[in-house]
């Protein structure tokens, strides 16, 4: 996929310097002087972005159309704007050649990260376009295994089934054509290299092959072996970004941390990093800087630890629910209001390999209705997912780790919170924090919402059965009171105002907040019974003066 410009260069860095001797490669000893993945949101990423905006033109076009899709990808790692992209890719679909299918793939991948359609993108389907290049065994060369692996990416990327029959025969092609050493070549006659490896490693893992497989361990030794002492990778020549990018990804997807991959003290991302210009833009290696905005693109999502395809497109329309949410902490109410979810990509930390990985929930759930609410109250959570039980479960929120459970309409589900689905019968989600497997939740209500001063008002404190629930401690502002035997609270407040009631217990989670608003009485002063009495007055006078009769209070 790469383009010639690279193989020209590599060949000329071969033919000026020679082929570099790798080093002894060595477990990492030292501490990492960074997190890895970077966030979108560290200087490093921010730059390399703006580079890449700085150079994008108003239709969209960053360097050419090879360029622009790489570009795409890159932004769609760190949920960065797209601008025109979209609008460039559609339009220079006729300059893609009808012969070379590795040039659809690659434009595929570009679309599903512009957030379209690659079933139907300018008029074209690129899925059905792919497959028509598929003989039955392969996809496109049978002397090529480049476009086999990227045909794997693009149509995983495109929301194609692992299992699909084109999928699993470029599969079983690659797997055929390992090389010894671990790796592969361009071709299937051609000696292993770096790029073709990273990019096997990524294609076979996004099609379902197991990252302890023995064909993925076999690859990543020849990634060892091939790691400079630079600390980065080249496929024929010197280090450059390029392949340290593609094998960063590789290794990230594979499960391993590409930091603790080191030579003589550097690794992959020491190297790449000490690539970058002070407009944020990457080089090629330490003296060439040959297309900024190619190598920015690859370097990108490899610092971001993520790896291609770098975005999965689902063409499942699910159903919207709309409903209520309310996230109960430790210590407080972490966020409460209405939240709208569909489907959902939820980031959660594989408890096997502990790296990151994206599952789609393609109907509302409980876990979704979270997200959602997270998003719109600005609030982190933590989620694992455990793939012996495939199940996806909260570990903390908003600092509050280990202890959460949920309800819907106080029932306690009996599955992992993605796995229910919510409908329209479902009314209220909520996630509450309480340090017990038996986990219950506080429920109130009262009797009056709108009271004088000093006019007593009944609570009821129940759990999420509408059993009754004693010594609850009942907060009306800063006023407390306990729940009787019957969960039951007389109260009465002196102060006018509005007032927030809810109820707290040990082993339960904190109720809702119900408002009551207290007024203050009506006294009649004696100018008001006066007023009063001559109303009356005058209206009992003019009954009377229509019977004929006149007479005043007084006279009775």
Known sequence: MKGTILGIVSICLILT????????????????????????????????????????????????????????????????????????????????????????????????????????????????????????????????LNDDIWGIIALVSCGVDKNDPVVQGARNYIILHQNADGGWGVGIAGNSDVDSTSSAIMALIACGVDRNSSIIQKALDFLRKNQLSDGGFSSWGSSNSASTSWAIMAISCAGENPENWIKNGKSPVDYLLSLQNDDGSFRWNETLNLNPEWMTSYAIPALLGKYYPVKIYHSYQAEAWTGYIRIEGKEKTIWEGSVMVKDTTVIAINVSSNEKEEHYIPYPSAL???????????????????????????????????????WVDYELPMMSSDKYKLTEDDREVLWGYVETWEAHALKISVDKKEVKRNE?????????????????????????????????????????????????????????????????????????????????????????????????????
Not at 378 to 406: Q, R
Not at 487 to 497: F, L, N, Y
């Open 368 to 406: 979704g209705a979270l997200v959602e609410a997270s998003k719109k109250g600005v609030f982190n959570c933590t989620i694992l997912y455990y793939p012996s039980w495939d199940a996806l479960y909260v570990k903390s929120i908003d600092g509050d780790s280990d202890w959460w459970h949920y």
């Open 17 to 144: 310097t020679g082929l570099a001797i790798p080093a002894t490669y060595t477990t990492s000893t030292k501490s990492p002087s960074r997190d890895f993945p970077l966030d979108p949101l560290d200087k490093e990423i921010l730059k390399a972005i703006d580079f890449l905006k700085l150079k994008q033109k108003e239709n969209g076009e960053i360097g050419d159309p090879m360029t622009t899709a790489w570009a795409a990808m890159a932004l769609c790692s760190a949920n960065a704007e797209m601008g025109n992209i979209s609008i460039y890719l559609e339009r220079s679909i006729s300059k893609l050649d009808p012969k070379k299918v590795t040039d659809w793939e690659r434009h595929a991948l570009a679309v599903v990260a512009c957030g379209e359609d690659p079933t139907n993108f300018g008029g074209i389907n690129f899925v059905e376009r792919i497959k028509t290049f598929y003989d039955g065994e392969q996809i496109g060369s049978k002397g090529l």
């Open 456 to 556: 007593v008002f009944t609570i009821k404190v129940k759990d999420e059965n509408d059993n009754p629930v004693s010594n609850a401690t009942v907060h009306i502002n800063s006023y407390t009171f306990l729940s009787d035997s019957d969960g039951s609270v007389k109260a009465k407040i002196p102060r006018q105002g509005v007032y927030k009631v809810y109820a707290e217990k040990e082993g339960y989670v904190r109720s809702q907040k119900v408002e009551i608003k207290v007024t203050r009485r009506i006294l009649f002063l004696p100018e008001s019974i006066e007023r009063i009495l001559h109303l009356i007055e005058t209206i009992i006078s003019y009954f009377l003066q229509m019977l004929g009769y006149s007479m005043t209070v007084s006279d009775c």
